[in-house]
T-cell receptor, first 114, second 110 residues
Framework: KAGVTQTPRYLIKTRGQQVTLSCSPI?????VSWYQQTPGQGLQFLFE???????NKGNFPGRFSGRQFSNSRSEMNVSTLELGDSALYLC?????????????FGQGTRLTVV | SQQGEEDPQALSIQEGENATMNCSYK?????LQWYRQNSGRGLVHLIL?????REKHSGRLRVTLDTSKKSSSLLITASRAADTASYFC??????????FGKGTRLSVIA
């Protein structure tokens, strides 16, 4: 069974640009969550999607957005990039967050904003 | 905001020793989960303990949960160099996302 796939693995962008990150969950998983990880703040929750609907949203500015497609693949977009957006962005999939189960994480996308 | 807080922030031990990490949280939970992260990579699920359980084992891992103290501990017995990683606890409440602590960095020296 293929794991969670995140693309790209590494990305360098300039301040002011926008970026789109992609996450393909494990086959059959309908829930996808996104996290931002930085050395100072640890893992911060961004969003959770289930069956194409945003179920939860973290405390991030409107520059951060996401969506989920009918095949459960998810994308997140960050517009008007700032230096502080440099982080490891992690995607996690699970069968169904309402039923408490483990989350399976991808390897992450390392975003560097210069 | 962080729900769980791991303690200590960093731990260095010799191979073969046991490693104990603690997690404290603030509000009631459904479950508590522990994850491991090797440097700069994704997190790997280790164990899930439900709020009505007090102890759970998985291989060399032993997790305890004390809901009255809102705390959990992860014990890794007979540690190996390959156990070197960061360990995170994550609290799990109904219809809310997993909330992670900042982690404990474990170094196992051969």
């Amino acid at each position: 069974k293929a794991g969670v796939t995140q693309t790209p693995r590494y990305l360098i962008k300039t301040r002011g640009q926008q970026v789109t990150l992609s996450c393909s969950p494990i086959s059959g998983h309908r829930s996808v969550s996104w996290y931002q990880q930085t050395p100072g703040q640890g893992l911060q929750f961004l969003f959770e999607y289930f069956s194409e609907t945003q179920r939860n949203k973290g405390n991030f500015p409107g520059r951060f957005s996401g969506r989920q497609f009918s095949n459960s693949r998810s994308e997140m977009n960050v517009s008007t990039l700032e230096l502080g957006d440099s982080a490891l962005y992690l995607c996690a999939s699970s069968l169904d967050r309402v039923v408490n189960t483990e989350a399976f994480f991808g390897q992450g996308t390392r975003l560097t904003v210069v | 905001s962080q729900q769980g807080e791991e303690d200590p922030q960093a731990l260095s031990i010799q191979e073969g020793e046991n490693a104990t990490m603690n997690c404290s949280y603030k509000t009631s939970i459904n479950n508590l989960q522990w994850y491991r992260q090797n440097s700069g990579r994704g997190l790997v699920h280790l164990i899930l303990i439900r709020s009505n359980e007090r102890e759970k084992h998985s291989g060399r891992l032993r997790v305890t949960l004390d809901t009255s103290k809102k705390s959990s501990s992860l014990l890794i017995t007979a540690s190996r160099a390959a156990d070197t990683a960061s360990y995170f606890c994550a609290t799990d409440q109904e219809n809310t996302p997993l909330v992670f602590g900042k982690g404990t960095r474990l170094s196992v020296i051969a």
